[in-house]
């Protein structure tokens, strides 16, 4: 039972991150600063979510929808692009995570988290998974410019990752004010 709960994490996860970044090509794609940097990338916001809440599992989800993604949008680059490609999206989030806990001091199980927790970690996330994946595609001939890629890489990935967040709070704040406040039967 265990065994099949992961497998639905995985699949949940990489379905979640796909169709991220299916809604993000759609509502920014035209507007690239480089390759695959665009100005902002929502996507970034669920990875942070997804590994946070379901670890490894999330991380590997991720991997998989991040693979399937890069080979259906750069067929051209292969199969070898998309696998380390989509590596990258799903272990830098965990490596992230990882190095949250170990550096920033953080609880291993995120159960105090502050907003300026939340804020640390997403700055860590943003800025790793940016110089993993400029590191990547400048070693492919890419990116011209690895520095300024990579800023506006992170920028955008710390940008999506704050609006998710920020959408998540005030889903959950609005669904908790209207299951906490009273019924009044006479209207």
């Known amino acids: 039972m265990k065994f099949i709960k992961k497998l639905l994490v995985i699949g949940v996860s990489a379905s979640i991150y796909y169709l991220a970044l299916f809604a993000n090509e759609w509502l920014v794609g035209d507007s690239e600063f480089s390759f695959d940097v665009h100005w902002v990338f929502f996507p970034s916001g669920f990875r942070f979510i997804l ?9 590997l989800g991720i991997a998989l929808g991040g693979i399937l993604w890069n080979y259906q949008d750069h067929p051209d680059l292969g199969l070898e692009f998309a696998l380390i490609t989509g590596c990258i999206a799903g272990f830098s989030p965990w490596l992230s995570r990882k190095l949250s806990v170990s550096f920033l001091g953080l609880d291993s199980e995120f159960k105090v988290v502050s907003p300026l927790t939340l804020l640390k970690i997403s700055l860590l996330f943003a800025t790793l998974i940016a110089l993993l994946h400029q590191a990547w595609f400048f070693s492919q001939g890419l990116t011209e ?40 039967p006479g209207t």
């Open 51 to 59: 590994v946070l809440l379901a670890l490894e599992s999330g991380a």
């Open 145 to 184: 410019n690895l520095v300024l890629s990579f800023s506006v890489m992170a920028l955008s990935n710390w940008a999506g990752t704050l609006l998710v967040l920020m959408t998540f709070k005030f889903l959950i704040q609005g669904t908790q004010t209207t299951a906490t406040e009273p019924r009044n």
